[in-house]
């Protein structure tokens, strides 16, 4: 009996090791995604360098 109870709180111990670096790794790539959606929207909305827009090429 003592050995199913020891195998038991391993199992359970081994389970929740898993969920938190489950939960550690979807964070990251949270994170990580957040990160890459604000550089880009960063330079999507910044303004155009100086002299830029002033005329229209109509050769392009």
Do not use: C, E, R, Y
């Amino acid at each position: 009996m003592n050995t199913d109870l020891s195998t038991q709180m391993l199992s359970m111990n081994a389970a929740s090791l898993q969920n938190s670096v489950q939960i550690a790794v979807f964070k990251k790539q949270h994170d990580m995604q957040s990160d890459l959606l604000n550089t880009l929207m960063q330079t999507a909305l910044s303004a155009p360098p100086p002299g830029q827009g002033l005329k229209i090429d109509k050769q392009a």
